[in-house]
């Protein structure tokens, strides 16, 4: 991984003793940039994309309100801080309410100067993240949509976007529910910063990672199409588990149902299959537990067991399944037919979905669906 490169501050100020004496504090930690008056500033803010922009807030001609104006019009993610002397406190708050981030006195103090500088510069990369993650997620709904609009003439490619669709259920599930929690996040840390930003940020690898995932999906199916070739590739079992789990981990959170996962990784939990379907398979599965559960009080366990060759896995949840009403007396109640995968072992591979039992006035039966592997 390429190292990241170290971040921009951009100061704006009419006054050469303060704007040097910045640049001397910063200039160890940071690339600084200076800039004696707004249309110097807002040139270096086109050409440079600082991370911080510390900006005087009294100045001859355009002044710092009217500077913040043209600044958020050019970036509105960059973290722009006021800087204020004596008696213009009204000011500065005029300065927060149009969109700066916060204010700091004159003559200010080093050791806040700096430790608030670090604060938003790591904001300002997060909203960055968020903003192009957000772009890229629509670049490729729009890439998904053009092409099943190409191939819509034919047939049997209409029954494959129908799967498609279905496919990518899962993963943008994961996203949207990622994204509503960073935006209340995001929301949350205007005042307050710090700490809740190690959250948020996990929230963004989260939607990268289900991106990727979504990536994977429009290459295998295009593969498909093109070749119907099977790209195999050694999984551990447990790990895709993992993943799927934490896919739907803010849905979870967002409904107050409690997920419980236990892996006991074996010799039999590793097997040559696609990625992606094993994915696909265990998230219908997990999906449709959260269907069945009730918000507040659904309970998903999700339990796999590895021996010396085989797998088992089994999704269990307090849903509550088929009621007496909707049985048929002569027909007993079916399982939902279970997903198709691709599977690749040196003896044989199966998957089922065991039928639930006939269920209870109370509690609600635990409905099952059982995976094997061996």
Known sequence: MPPIPPAKVLV?????????SLRILLKNEFQVFLAEGVTVGLRLLQEQHPDVILLDIRMPGIN???GLTEIRKLDPDVAVLILTGFGALETAQEAIRRGANDYLRKPFDTHEMLANVRQHVQRTRLLRRHRQTSDELRKINQMLLDELARKNHMAQVGQKSAEFLHDLRS?????LGYVELLGEELRQSKEKLGPQWSETSDFLQNIEKNLEQCR???AMW???SRRGEQQLQTLAICDVLREVAEAVRPQCQARAITMELACDP???GRIEAEHIQFVRAFSNLVNNALDAV???TGVINLRCVCGAKEAELRFIDNGAGISPT?????SPPRASPAPAWACSSPSRSSWSAAAPSPPKASPAPARRSSCACP
């Open 326 to 330: 909707s049985s048929s007396p002569t």
């Open 64 to 66: 710092g309100i009217d």
């Open 294 to 296: 009730t918000d507040g």
């Open 216 to 218: 994977e999906m429009s």
């Open 266 to 268: 074996g010799p039999g």
């Open 222 to 224: 295009l593969q498909f």
């Open 12 to 20: 704006i100020d009419d006054e050469l003793g303060p704007r040097e």
């Open 171 to 175: 993963p943008l599930t994961a996203v």
